[in-house]
DNA sequence: GTGGTCTAGACCACG
DNA sequence: GTGGTCTAGACCACC
């Protein structure tokens, strides 16, 4: 299983299967044309609700990453540009940057993170 | 005032007043032993609910960043490394990054955006 | 072969078929009287299920449009009026131009807009 | 009550709130900042379940033609413009348009009840 | 089998 | 008060 459920994280549960499965395209392990696990069967390992899954299958629909199918399953979308809203994503890393700052670490540091968390997203998926 | 509150914006307020005192903190803006301006002070200026200041204040708090003293208002703490929970913060980097890879951002346009930001939050502050 | 089934369009497959042979009805091109082509044939030649077809075909014996002669294939149905039941057509109207006029599209332009369809439906057909 | 929903039309009910919203947008029934009915009012008002409602409202939200604010209700966006597949335009109007030229009518007869469905939507609304 | 929709009812988060 | 999320369980539509 390459997907989890927290129920006590912060994020609500679908959320969390939608950046899950956003990862999973980013790093290329889901490829255009992939399908994705049902709705049932993905709720049932999941433990959570089919509700759940189908909203977070739904969001990505909305993304643009996934197409559902009625009665033939959801598959990853024919790669094609994502949109990029570089305020919000520089409003989103804001609060983060400021965090590790105060815990005292170096732009290097910070930097070197990221760099390794770009690295673990994109990996090798041959 | 180096605060505002948009009620447009995706967060709520309460955490867009608790992101933009931790960045005037870690941006040094905001030292240790200065005082935070009063509950109400902040609500009047913002134009927001007392309540909302009140729990973005407790949050703060919570996170160690300022000192609320029962009516003797609010102080940021006394320099002292903040916790750094890195995983934690791998964890909220995931999202953002997979969108801009998504979005076809190459590692150095990220690492670029990343910089400025962190330029921006440190800025100049003598 | 005049008709198409994309699995990745947002209409359903049976739908899909419906409205094409519908549309060559209407432009002409197939005449009353005119065979379709058999359930099995054109299953095969558009790779899809055969059940998916004779929906299609039901339906459209549904609306009047052909019949259905067991063991003997479909036919176009004799001409005849179709009913008109405006009051549906208004409903499936509404939306799309309230899609239209948000996109900031004039009434000249939308009603060129349909001309144009109108045109393409009709065109040339001897 | 400008909405209504019919559970045994052939469009589900969180669709028929979408479209009716919309529409009431689109004819500035519904001006930029003006509130929606509370997803549990509405929900109460249609006598449908109350998630029924909310995912209309999530929907719209998703097209930024309404902005839902936790704790403070909905509201009509700031106008903008909405952007405009125009293929998807005309795909959706061919059946329609295929319809009405079965029942018999003329290219005037259509175009002119076009034209009248947008003067509905337009209409006068100071 | 697949996903789509809806309900009733619960609990949480925000202001 | 508002909306957000989740559950359990039902029924329908598509292939």
New binding site residues.
């Given amino acids: 299983m390459l997907i989890s459920a927290d129920?006590s994280d912060d994020q609500?549960?679908?959320?969390?299967i939608v950046d899950q499965l956003r990862q999973l395209i980013a790093a290329g392990i889901l490829q255009p044309g992939d399908p994705?696990?049902?709705?049932?069967?993905l709720a049932a390992d999941l433990?959570?609700?089919?509700?759940?899954v189908?909203?977070a299958?739904?969001e990505l629909?909305g993304e643009g990453l996934v197409e559902?199918?009625?009665?033939?399953?959801?598959r990853v979308t024919a790669a094609r540009e994502h949109r990029f809203d570089e305020e919000r994503m520089r409003k989103l890393l804001v609060p983060i940057l400021s965090k590790m700052i105060l815990a005292g670490k170096s732009d290097g540091e910070i930097v070197g993170l990221l760099r390794e968390e770009l690295h673990n997203i994109r990996g090798d998926k041959t």
């Avoid at 433990?47 to 759940?52: A, F, H, K, R, S």
């Avoid at 559902?68 to 959801?74: L, S």
């Fill in positions: 129920p609500p549960i679908y959320r969390q994705l696990p049902s709705v049932r069967q433990g959570v609700n089919l509700n759940t189908a909203i299958y739904r629909a559902i199918k009625h009665g033939r399953g959801a």
